[in-house]
Nanobody
């Protein structure tokens, strides 16, 4: 399994970004893909996740109502649409994949596969 995250950049507060995570090797439907983020000096935290088969989603409280995670199975890509961005959303965003769990896992340890990360910077 390989993941490639992209789409980061610099945006003003209130703006939007869409982060794609292109996946290859997800040969089983028993996967979940999630976005995590890590700000300087902080631990990696869960942002949003989606199951590959059923499309069930789960969001961190801090982003609920502003971010939307979706998947395009034909393109093997998961998207994180981020609206109403805030300076506190500034971080490196990573996509990860895990399998064998029911639903979305919100801790990073079970995720065996990670993309390289993409920087999101939100200015005031």
């Amino acid at each position: 399994v390989q993941l490639q995250a992209s789409g980061g950049g610099l945006v003003q507060a209130g703006g939007s970004l869409r982060l794609p995570c292109a996946a290859s090797g997800l040969t089983s439907s028993n996967y979940a893909v999630a976005w995590f983020r890590q700000a300087p000096g902080k631990e990696r935290e869960f942002v949003a996740g989606i199951t590959w088969s059923g499309g069930s989603t789960y969001y961190a409280y801090s982003v609920k109502g502003r971010f939307t995670i979706s998947r395009d199975n034909a393109k093997n890509t998961v998207y994180l649409q981020m609206n109403s961005l805030k300076p506190e959303d500034t971080a490196v965003y990573y996509c990860g994949a895990t399998r064998g769990y029911i639903g979305v896992v919100v801790t990073s340890a079970p995720y065996a596969y990670w993309g390289q990360g993409t920087q999101v910077t939100v200015s005031r």
